[in-house]
């Protein structure tokens, strides 16, 4: 075996791990260039001996690499992942084992920072004893947990303290009846604490804080997903029908006793026959002058109202319905009807069954409502948007149908946002018990006298977590920036936050099952039993890719308004006029599209913030115009609107999910830069990076097809994003506990 001299023998273990990396690069090649350059400690032949070695047309025989893995091996030397620079201090140590100086090289330093080589880059390379440290302790996660709350830190740690209650602890409850009881005092519990209430008026028992109120609905899910559900109907849906719909009058009868959980209440929206068509929903209200009373009523028997959440235990419910009035029908209003007594009978007219076991949420009353002929007061017609007035008349400030019942249910998009925190909410619970557990458990290894590797050292298991803990760290920051824009009152364009919200929830709900079912086969069958909560987070977050609006129908809604915004533009300058700016506009970003750009490699550019806004952008730019030439081309054969946007379904469907990426990066790396510790900015910047690249490898296809980027960029993306997962494997464990979830209700046994 040859013997190298201490200068030459000190960079070995790093040409060592180099060479096997194979993602060696000009600008990393330069790194290290620089660094022996600045080496006085380094002889002329020492210096070309190593430069020598970094000329990627002419690597190190093998004969070379096989001398470098012996003499790393025979020296003995163990790796020890926690040293500050693992890689530098193990390369001195081994130049210590054979020559008698092994002073610290800072060059050796230089090239491990710059490089960003983490210990899972090169612990597999070597024989020798590796000294595995769980996790880094170089982040903190109290400050990125603080980072995350924001604001409302006070507001959330007050609430994490609350739910060390003993009525939040978790049991497993198979028995629905007994679900629900435990459930129903739990939401009582928190109403008159005042939770229930914290998004309503101060005049009313709450604090006018919607920000908050979304930020413990995420929470809650740490807690019990039926629980989280249940809150929202009662507070949310119900309560804030009242205060979003209805006027001084409601809120001065019903909605303090809503906030408090006195006056229980429910949320007829959904009926059987029509599911996310809202506006074809079949239960009409008819108001009867004579009487001055409205009537409710259920025309058919597949025209009841369905799966609505507090059905079995409410006393009253806001119902949607068809308001005609002097045989008008005056489009969907919403009305308050009393469904039970106060001995809890149902009363005359109502009829209400359950909806038996679900897949999950099983501690959510579910039911079916049916109406037969109900009468009501005219005052109880919720009249924010609408009015009966006293000769009987209709009224509406908002003089187009269309208009006035967009304008009511966009009233009710904070639900949506609230419905993708709850998602996210349990995402981030299965991942923190996931990468816990792949810290704890440890499987194979090729010398049974070494101890099994742990899960999280493989990198297949980093690339299945490391993902998806970085998207939710993005979808957190996206959420918050959208719940602030949606509370806002001085922002004036609320059909673009509903625009931007139907695509979010859509996006953050499928990602949250995605999430939840790899972390369930991450944990192999641990993850199937029921005391490690994942198997009811998979079972409770399906159903919220349904409610509060269908996915797919919600990222068609989100592409739609989209092109409203193209279509605005036609009509201000004309359509033929609007196609040609954005083919200018296409064309100057494809200009950038020149053979050198579409396989342009190296770390400074695929690591840029400007190449990920570019890739995203361009993908929703090009998806639009292409989307409205299709439309075009239909509508001038002829084919109504209608049939032309079925034609292009799926179409929409990708230009929702492109922009809803977009503005989710564009939100976060916004945000990224603003942190103004230099560490923890990094951090974030890198979880930003792992995001779009991990996402533009995801539509790789549609990149290729559009000759974007090349096969050797598509390869460089994928093991950028490998290398990215291995780079932060040190911090996973302080990556979820920056989620904040309180430890009492990391209650899982593989987690703790």
């Known amino acids: 075996m040859e013997k190298y001299s201490p200068g030459i023998l000190q960079y070995i273990p790093f040409f060592y791990v180099i060479w096997s990396d194979d993602l060696l690069s000009a600008s990393e090649i330069a790194i290290i260039e620089k660094a022996l350059e600045q080496d006085n400690s380094l002889s002329k032949e020492e210096q070309d001996a190593l430069f020598k070695w970094l000329k990627r047309t002419n690597p190190p025989s093998n004969k070379e690499f096989k001398n470098w893995r012996h003499t790393i091996s025979r020296s003995k030397v163990k ?3 926690s040293d500050t620079y693992p890689l530098a201090t193990f390369s001195q140590k081994v130049v210590c084992s054979y020559h008698n100086e092994c002073p610290f090289n800072e060059n050796l330093k230089y090239i491990e920072v710059n490089l960003g080589i983490q210990p899972n880059h090169y612990n597999h390379l070597f024989d020798v004893e590796v000294i595995h440290q769980k996790t880094s302790h170089y982040y903190n996660a109290h400050e990125l947990d603080a980072l995350l709350k924001g604001k409302h830190d006070n507001v959330i740690d007050n609430f994490r303290s609350f739910l060390s209650h003993p009525l939040f602890d978790w049991n497993i409850h198979r028995d629905k009846d007994e679900f629900r009881k435990r459930v129903l005092e739990q939401v009582q519990f928190l109403g008159e604490n005042g939770y229930g209430a914290m998004a309503y008026p101060e005049s009313y028992g709450g604090a006018e804080n919607m920000e908050g109120y979304a930020a413990i609905f995420e929470n809650l899910m740490y807690v019990d997903g039926s629980l989280t559900i249940k809150f929202g109907v009662q507070f949310g849906l119900f309560g804030g029908s009242i205060q979003k719909l209805g006027t001084k009058k409601h809120h001065d009868q019903y909605l303090k006793k809503t906030g408090e959980a ?7 929206m959904t009926e059987t026959g029509h599911g996310s068509n809202v506006r074809g929903i079949k239960t009409t209200a008819t108001y009867d002058s004579k009487t001055d009373e409205i009537i409710i009523h259920t025309p058919g028997d597949n025209d009841n ?3 609505i959440g507090n059905a079995l235990h409410a006393k009253m419910a806001t119902v949607f319905a068809q308001l005609i009035v002097n045989g008008k029908n005056e489009g969907v209003h919403a009305i308050l009807v009393p469904l039970r007594d106060d001995e809890h009978r149902l009363l005359p007219g109502i009829k209400v069954e359950d909806n038996g076991y679900k897949l999950g949420l099983n501690g959510v009353d579910n039911g079916k409502i049916w109406f037969n002929q109900v009468h009501v007061p005219r005052e109880n017609l919720l009249n924010m948007y609408g009015h009966i007035n006293d000769d009987s008349s209709y009224h509406s400030d908002i003089q187009n149908p269309n208009k006035r019942f967009f304008t009511m249910l966009g009233t009710l998009v904070g639900g949506r946002i609230c419905v993708a925190r709850a998602g996210l909410g349990g995402a981030k619970f299965a991942l923190a018990i996931s990468v816990k557990h792949a810290l704890r458990r440890r499987q194979f290894n090729d010398n049974i006298k070494i101890q099994e590797d742990l899960l999280l050292d493989y990198p297949t298991h980093q690339l299945r977590l490391t993902p998806l803990v970085a998207s939710a760290y993005v979808y957190h920051i996206t959420l918050d920036r959208i719940m602030e824009a949606y509370c806002n009152e001085d922002h004036t364009d609320k059909r673009k936050v509903e625009t931007q919200v139907a695509g979010l929830k859509s996006l953050i709900t499928w990602y949250a099952n995605d999430a939840i079912q790899e972390c369930r086969e991450a944990c192999g069958g641990k993850g199937y039993l029921i005391e490690n909560r994942i198997s009811d987070l998979k079972g409770d977050v399906d159903i919220f890719t ?9 990222l068609q809604l989100a592409a739609k308004g989209v092109l409203s915004d193209f279509r605005a533009e036609f009509n201000s300058a004309g359509f033929s006029s609007v196609l040609r700016l954005l083919t200018t506009q296409l064309g100057e970003r494809l200009s950038a599209i020149n ?7 190296d770390k400074e550019h695929l690591y840029n913030p400007k190449f ?10 090009r998806l639009t115009y292409t989307l409205a030439m299709r ?15 079925l034609k292009v379904q799926t179409h929409l469907l990708a230009l929702g999910k492109a922009y809803s990426i977009e503005l989710s990066y564009t939100l976060f790396s916004n945000f990224s830069s603003s942190i103004v510790d230099e560490k923890n900015r990094l951090l974030f910047q890198k979880l930003g990076t792992l995001y779009a690249l991990y996402q533009i490898r995801q539509d790789a296809e549609w990149y290729l097809e559009q000759g974007y980027i090349g096969r050797t960029k598509s390869k460089a993306i994928r093991q950028r994003v490998e290398r990215l997962c291995s780079e932060l494997r040190p911090h996973m464990e302080v990556l979820v506990d920056g989620f904040g979830i309180p430890e009492h209700c990391i209650t899982a046994p593989i987690a703790v």
Not at 546 to 554: K, P, R, S, W, Y
């Open 595 to 601: 053979p050198v750009y579409t396989n342009k490699t």
């Open 546 to 554: 349904t409610f509060e609006g269908d996915n797919t129908v919600l």
């Open 305 to 307: 109202k369905e799966y």
């Open 631 to 645: 439309i075009r081309d239909q509508i001038k054969k002829g084919v109504p609107s209608y049939q032309a946007f």
């Open 262 to 268: 006195k006056l229980l209440g429910c949320f007829a």
């Open 612 to 621: 990920h806004g570019h890739a995203f952008n361009y993908r929703t730019k």
């Open 79 to 81: 790796l020890v992942e």
